[in-house]
């Protein structure tokens, strides 16, 4: 069974605490993906990975920053929580298939508590 | 407006009714997703489709591109289809969400 696994499913922090969210993913796929889920707005995108060590910014990149050091692993860094950071982070991977790219599978979730 | 529009935003209906949920899009696509959520957060993909129409089980996804309108449909609905469902338009490797059409479906 694939899979994206994601290091907590529930975090509490303090204001200005830097966290740390991991993500892996066991099928060997070039792209990963952290969006952040708000009710009432959708999914939105914070960052991606194309390859290691390559990154670009989505549309939500803010007070955000990621690092891809290998394949299977992409971490999502908040460097100075704040509250308005309170969110369901969601971690995702897709492949490329030779002309288009395949459906992206999604981690659990964490749900972030920023105090 | 946003680039993914979808309705209804909460659909509540009785169990074997027939569900429609509907998704527009404004931007360009290589390929329109289907997602559902149950609650807890798990997203699993349902259809991913460019053209035509795709049907898995119990559920048929269909697209028509001149219009870049969507629809997902439920035959014979039973309350564990019970979820958000999201629509998302993919360009390349990148997707927009719509804000996802809550589904009750009542016993």
């Known amino acids: 069974d694939v899979k994206v696994t994601q290091s907590s499913r529930y975090l509490v922090k303090r204001t200005g605490e830097k966290v740390f969210l991991e993500c892996v993913q066991d099928?060997?796929?070039?792209?990963m993906f952290w969006y952040r889920q708000d009710p009432g707005l959708g999914l939105r995108l914070i960052y991606f990975s194309y390859d290691v060590k390559m990154k670009e910014k989505g549309d939500i990149p803010e007070g955000y920053s990621v690092s891809r050091e290998k394949k299977e692993r992409f971490s999502l860094i908040l460097e100075s929580a704040s509250t308005n950071q309170t969110s369901m982070y969601l971690c995702a991977s897709t492949s490329y298939a030779g002309s288009s790219y395949n459906e992206q599978f999604f981690g659990p979730g964490t749900r972030l508590t920023v105090l | 407006k946003n680039e993914v529009e979808q309705s209804p935003q909460n659909l509540t209906a009785q169990e074997g009714e027939f569900i429609t949920i509907n998704c527009s899009y404004s931007v360009g696509i290589s390929a329109l997703h289907w997602l559902q959520q149950h609650p807890g957060g798990g997203i699993v993909s349902l259809f991913m489709l460019s053209s035509g129409k795709k049907k898995h089980g119990r559920l048929i996804a269909t697209i028509n591109i001149q219009e870049k309108h969507s629809s997902l449909h439920i035959t014979a609905s039973h309350p564990r289809d019970s979820a958000v469902y999201i629509c998302a338009a993919g360009r390349n490797e990148k997707l927009t969400f719509g804000t996802g059409t809550r589904l009750t479906i009542i016993p």
């Open positions: 099928m060997d796929h070039e792209n």
